[in-house]
């Protein structure tokens, strides 16, 4: 799952390689983080939020029945 959502978000960052992706497993879902820069936000949640919940919507039909659950995180990486 972490493949589609590193391609879907590919598509929209200009920055792919400062793209930073984490994957934490908790109780009841899977949790992945995509830190993005300030300059990507944007783009890769879209106006009103269209394609964060375009790429959730993708990631969920993905899923399988049986399996626990993906959610997706969108944050902005902080300065360092």
């Known amino acids: 799952m972490l493949e589609l959502v590193k391609y ?3 598509q929209f960052a200009e920055e792919k390689d400062k793209v930073e992706y984490t ?7 899977i949790v992945i983080t995509v830190l993005l820069e300030g300059s ?10 269209k394609i964060a919940k375009a790429i959730r919507t993708l990631v969920r039909a993905k899923t399988p029945r049986d399996s626990k659950k993906y959610e997706i995180d969108i ?4 300065a360092e």
């Open 75 to 78: 944050r902005e990486r902080e």
């Open 8 to 10: 879907l978000v590919g």
């Open 40 to 49: 990507d936000m944007g783009k890769v949640i879209g106006k009103q939020g």
């Open 23 to 29: 994957v934490e497993e908790k109780e009841d879902a």
